[in-house]
T-cell receptor, first 116, second 109 residues
Framework: EAQVTQNPRYLITVTGKKLTVTCSQN?????MSWYRQDPGLGLRQIYY???????DKGDVPEGYKVSRKEKRNFPLILESPSPNQTSLYFC???????????????FGDGTRLSIL | SQKIEQNSEALNIQEGKTATLTCNYT??????LQWYRQDPGRGPVFLLL?????KEKRKERLKVTFDTTLKQSLFHITASQPADSATYLC????????FGAGTTVTVRA
């Protein structure tokens, strides 16, 4: 089954404790991205990757890091989490020219992070 | 910067009626516009994509229009059912995909 898998689904942690949210897709997609979703603000892109070893900032990259060492994986790293990063996070992937908007995005089921 | 607005946060309709959602964009002329459905606690699911040279696109009970003059897309759910209750998101591209905040549709039986 084609899917985007995120882990963990839920996490409560404390300020400053480094954490990683993993994302993996099994569709051989080139394009992957991370979004955060907050009430009233919609989905905002954090980082995206056009292919292996190619990443770029989205709208709200501050406080986040990503890497793309393999095509299928795109982890999101919070080096020193803060309470304003409490949010619902989604990973998405799409084929080829996803960044150009002509391909559907496939989303994971989300990771709810609470930073205390 | 580009901006995308869905001009209704919530829409409540009676089963069997048509729901019409609006998506407006400014400061950009996208070549494509997409619509997604999101259920509580789940990721968005792709529904339809419409190109700038397509005026209308249909999929079962769903219909999307794209008016590049008005800078607007309309999303219609005809013969609505309670199972259509969800949040619907529009999105368009520039160098990345930008999403609206969504409209939550509730269909009453």
């Amino acid at each position: 089954e084609a899917q985007v898998t995120q882990n963990p689904r839920y996490l409560i942690t404390v300020t400053g404790k480094k954490l990683t949210v993993t994302c993996s897709q099994n569709m051989n997609h080139e394009y992957m991205s991370w979004y955060r979703q907050d009430p009233g603000l919609g989905l905002r892109q954090i980082y995206y990757s056009m292919n292996v070893e190619v990443t770029d900032k989205g709208d709200v990259p501050e406080g986040y890091k990503v890497s793309r060492k393999e095509k299928r994986n795109f982890p999101l790293i919070l080096e020193s989490p803060s309470p304003n990063q409490t949010s619902l996070y989604f990973c998405a992937s799409s084929s080829g020219q996803g960044a150009q908007g002509n391909q559907p995005q496939h989303f994971g089921d989300g990771t709810r992070l609470s930073i205390l | 910067s580009q901006k995308i607005e869905q001009n209704s946060e919530a829409l409540n309709i009676q089963e069997g009626k048509t729901a019409t959602l609006t998506c407006n964009y400014t400061n950009y002329s996208p070549a494509y516009l997409q619509w997604y459905r999101q259920d509580p606690g789940r990721g968005p699911v792709f529904l339809l994509l419409i190109r700038e040279n397509e005026k209308e696109k249909r999929k079962e009970r769903l219909k999307v229009t794209f008016d590049t003059t008005l800078k607007q897309s309309l999303f219609h759910i005809t013969a609505s059912q309670p199972a259509d209750s969800a949040t619907y998101l529009c999105a368009f591209n520039d160098y990345k995909l930008s999403f609206g905040a969504g409209t939550t549709v509730t269909v009453r039986a």
